[in-house]
């Protein structure tokens, strides 16, 4: 059982024919997580609002104003896909 069961970093990363990138790594450990995971990801180059989801037609105005309300009340929201 490891005594700090969190891992967080950040690094810059030369990319092949790329400018440089920051990736963010989270990692669990026992007894927070079963088993050790990571997860990497790399942080989106352009923020997006409801308003240009729905000026797209990507978000919904009824779903809009849901998500809205969870983020208000602070609820855990989790959005997969690619």
């Not at 024919?17 to 790399?42: E, F, I, Q, W």
């Amino acid at each position: 059982m490891s005594a700090n069961p969190y891992v967080e970093a950040r690094r810059e990363w030369d990319e092949r024919y790329a400018d440089l990138v920051l990736v963010s790594a989270t990692g669990s450990l026992p007894p927070v997580a079963h088993n050790p995971c990571c997860v990497m990801r790399k942080p989106a180059q352009v923020l997006y609002t409801f308003d240009d989801y729905m000026g797209d037609s990507i978000l919904s105005l009824p779903h809009a104003a849901i998500l809205r309300d969870a983020i208000d009340q602070r609820l855990n929201v989790v959005i997969a896909g690619a």
